[in-house]
């Protein structure tokens, strides 16, 4: 060793306390939301108007629609897709939400 360096150097000596390891007990930590949902449609009122596009990469083409009824597993919702008279079609709301991204709300009702 150079001189000089030895008194800047020192051994630390640990306590046998602070080798011991400490049991890990998880807990559960209780409120704050869930993860967040994929499903956007099942969140839409009845009587709203939205816009929504088609996931596939290249998809230009924005589509509207509007929620006419809500069941259980299903929604009915309108569309004019075709530029003809307006279609009524029932969607499972999981599986639309896979093929389509909600884009924008045209028309939200009031909550009555």
């Not at 998809?59 to 069941?71: D, G, M, P, R, S």
């Amino acid at each position: 060793m150079k001189k000089g360096t030895e008194n800047s150097m020192k051994v630390i000596e640990t306590k046998e306390e602070d080798d011991k390891v400490l049991p890990f007990k998880p807990k559960l930590i209780t409120g704050g939301k869930g993860p967040p949902s994929d499903n956007w449609l099942v969140d839409l009122k009845v009587g709203c108007v939205f816009l929504c596009k088609n996931k596939q990469p290249g998809a230009f083409a924005l589509a509207q629609f509007h929620v006419e009824q809500k069941i259980e597993n299903a929604i009915m919702l309108m569309s004019n897709l075709h530029n003809g008279p307006e279609e009524f079609i029932w969607v499972d709301p999981t599986n639309f939400c896979n093929v389509y991204k909600l884009v924008a709300k045209l028309y939200e009702p009031d909550e009555e």
